[in-house]
């Protein structure tokens, strides 16, 4: 009989315990942000978008990948300033003497506007317990 309610105890303590943690993750305290960001009206093909608090605010800034015009990432809750930057590798046209010995043909020059990442105008609120979904139309003019 003694060994009938060990039994039950520990069962008892295996299904508590599989209920606590399912599903359970650590509150990092960031939030999901996910959009689409676009330029000239088409799908940004690769990227990179980065977002941090506003001066003087608190929050941590992250960065992630933008692929096929999309993104998702984990953001601190508040107004927040987004920069967005693509490269594209151009042709060198006046190579110097150094690029030529060391065969430098190519470099990367950023295809988005300095006032969506330099000068960043961009802005975003991240709400906690809602789904932040955040698009970016930008312009080359």
């Given at each position: 009989?003694?060994?009938?309610?060990?039994?039950?105890?520990?069962?008892?303590?295996?299904?508590?315990?599989?209920?606590?943690?399912?599903?359970c993750?650590?509150?990092?305290g960031?939030?999901?942000?996910?959009?689409?960001?676009?330029?000239?009206?088409q799908?940004l093909?690769?990227?990179?978008i980065?977002?941090?608090p506003?001066?003087?605010q608190?929050?941590?800034?992250?960065?992630g990948?933008?692929?096929?015009g999309?993104?998702?990432?984990?953001?601190?809750?508040?107004e927040?300033?987004?920069?967005?930057?693509?490269?594209?590798?151009?042709?060198?046209e006046n190579?110097t003497?150094?690029?030529i010995?060391?065969?430098?043909?190519?470099?990367?020059?950023?295809i988005?506007?300095?006032?969506y990442?330099?000068?960043?105008?961009?802005?975003?609120?991240?709400?906690?317990?809602?789904?932040?979904?955040?698009?970016?139309?930008l312009?080359?003019?």
């Open positions: 009989m003694k060994s009938l309610k060990l039994h039950l105890l520990a069962l008892l303590c295996v299904a508590l315990s599989a209920v606590a943690f399912s599903g993750k650590p509150d990092d960031l939030c999901d942000v996910e959009g689409k960001v676009t330029l000239d009206g799908p093909a690769t990227g990179t980065n977002i941090g506003m001066v003087g608190k929050g941590t800034a992250v960065g990948k933008i692929e096929n999309m993104y998702k990432v984990r953001a601190s809750e508040g927040m300033i987004v920069t967005i930057r693509s490269q594209k590798l151009v042709k060198i190579p003497q150094d690029d010995d060391h065969g430098v043909t190519e470099r990367d020059e950023e988005i506007p300095s006032k990442n330099q000068q960043s105008e961009l802005k975003m609120t991240v709400k906690k317990g809602e789904k932040n979904v955040v698009n970016f139309d312009t080359t003019e």
